[in-house]
């Protein structure tokens, strides 16, 4: 099946600072989704973005299915952005498949 | 506003005991999915349906069931709960009929079993 890599698994940043986070999968798909996990674990959409690109705000995403990749854009971080941001794929009919995650800490 | 639930939201159980989780969407979507999420693991998926009377297994779902009576309702049962079942429960839906099948998910059930 499917696999979904997210890099980096761990980011630390301060308070304002900028950051990118990757999502990488191995085959051809026709959805993507990015989501936020808060710390008190509920899972936020972000990003219905199977190509192109999208902006909300300080966040923004760009996926180049062609070459199956996904990226999130965060800017002027703030505390409330900490969590865990999982993007999810699914290839023309199967079920979505699950990134590992990328948890996120920003410091005050 | 159209919605997902799952309740009850916190739940602690003994080994063997039967176990129904609570799923239900107001926003009349086809699909419905039950996931559990551990350390470690992610999130797999254990059951999903694409329509009343339809169910399909998932990647975990050796010791789980559903059944889909009509478009809102996906219960989930753990029929003798084990302690590996130990884990935070997530349902979700979605409707491909708009074109976008993007997932929404409930807020989470953590069941612990003793």
């Known amino acids: 099946g499917i696999q979904v890599e997210q890099s980096p698994p761990d980011l630390i940043l301060q308070e304002g600072a900028n950051s990118t986070l990757r999502c990488n999968f191995s085959?051809?798909?026709?959805?993507l989704q990015w989501f936020h996990q808060n710390p008190w674990g509920q899972l936020i959409n972000l990003f219905y973005?199977?190509?192109g690109t999208k902006q909300n705000g300080r966040l923004s995403a760009t996926t180049v299915a062609t070459e199956r990749y996904s990226l999130l854009y965060i800017s002027s971080s703030q505390t409330t952005d900490s969590g865990v941001y999982f993007c999810?794929?699914?290839?023309?009919?199967?079920?979505?498949?699950f990134g590992p995650g990328t948890r996120l800490s920003v410091l005050p | 506003d159209a919605e997902i639930t799952q309740s009850p939201r916190h739940k602690i159980t003994e080994t063997g005991r039967q176990v129904t989780l609570a799923c239900h969407q107001t926003?009349?979507?086809?699909?419905m999915f039950w996931y559990r999420q551990d350390l470690g693991h992610g999130l797999r998926l254990i059951h999903y349906?694409?329509?009343?009377?339809?169910?399909n297994k998932g990647e975990v779902s050796d010791g789980y069931s559903v059944s889909r009576s009509n478009t809102e309702d996906l219960p989930l049962t753990l029929e003798s709960a084990a302690s590996s079942q130990t884990s935070v429960y997530f349902c979700?839906?979605?409707?491909?009929?708009?074109?976008?099948?993007?997932?929404?998910f409930g807020p989470g059930t953590r069941l612990t079993v003793l």
């Open positions: 979700a839906s979605s409707d491909p009929a708009s074109g976008y099948n993007e997932q929404f």
């Open positions: 999810a794929v699914n290839n023309y009919g199967q079920n979505f498949v």
């Open positions: 973005i199977p190509s």
């Open positions: 349906s694409y329509g009343v009377q339809d169910t």
């Open positions: 926003w009349n979507h086809n699909n």
């Open positions: 085959d051809s798909v026709n959805n």
